[in-house]
């Protein structure tokens, strides 16, 4: 592809993504759904990829006591998790920035989880160039909204743009964005997601700018 005077975006998720927080949240989540919710098995998977806001009006309607007690025991949990780069991620973003790629972290975690990663990571912002959180969109993933307002905000064509997901209601808003979707086998196994996507990478250790255009 010839990328002289071409704008190009690349736009990851967050979590799974960028960083390793998936298993934590799977087991917070399996553990509420166990605890309100015996009858949906795999209650952690079922609702990667959501908003708070979307969990709690799908599965905990009317239950205002119950999603006050689970609000506190996920920030608690934000506050406390462990936050660690997804291999490769950090110097994969210097190699877009190198080649005039935009970056954006387009993410369903709202503002006051982020924080709590700003405060562990205070270079993250500087390595991309916005931060798309849960307040910036109507609607959370499989919508493509946030996808499409990080493509709104840079100027750039559905394909000229670079999705990187790893939930499966991330990759069908990316797929339904128009953009070119690459898939992070972090989450759900390549075999689950292979047909999401348009490569299946299981870290960033291999990827570059050169190896994105490709795609």
Request: hydrophobic share 40%.
């Amino acid at each position: 592809m010839e990328t002289s005077g071409m704008n190009i975006a690349a736009l990851f998720d967050f979590d799974g993504v960028v960083m390793d927080t998936e298993t934590q949240y799977t087991m917070f989540w399996d553990e509420i759904g166990a605890r309100y919710l015996p009858q949906i098995p795999n209650f952690g998977l079922r609702i990667k990829g959501q908003t708070l806001i979307q969990i709690f009006r799908h599965y905990f309607e009317g239950m205002e006591n119950e999603q006050r007690v689970i609000e506190e025991q996920l920030k608690y949990l934000e506050q406390n998790m462990a936050y660690e780069y997804i291999p490769g991620v950090v110097d994969f973003m210097h190699d877009l920035r190198r080649n005039n790629v935009k970056i954006a972290i387009v993410t369903s975690s709202n503002e006051q989880k982020m924080v709590n990663v700003y405060n562990a990571h205070p270079e993250l912002k500087g390595l991309v160039d916005r931060i798309l959180t849960s307040e910036m969109f109507p609607r959370s993933k499989p919508a493509p909204d946030c996808f499409l307002l990080g493509m709104k905000i840079f100027g750039v064509e559905p394909n000229h743009t670079y999705v990187f997901e790893d939930s499966f209601h991330g990759l069908e808003a990316g797929n339904v964005s128009g953009a070119k979707v690459i898939g992070l086998a972090t989450t759900n196994s390549r075999e689950a997601i292979h047909d999401k996507a348009l490569l299946v990478i299981d870290d960033f250790t291999q990827m570059s700018f050169e190896r994105m255009l490709q795609v």
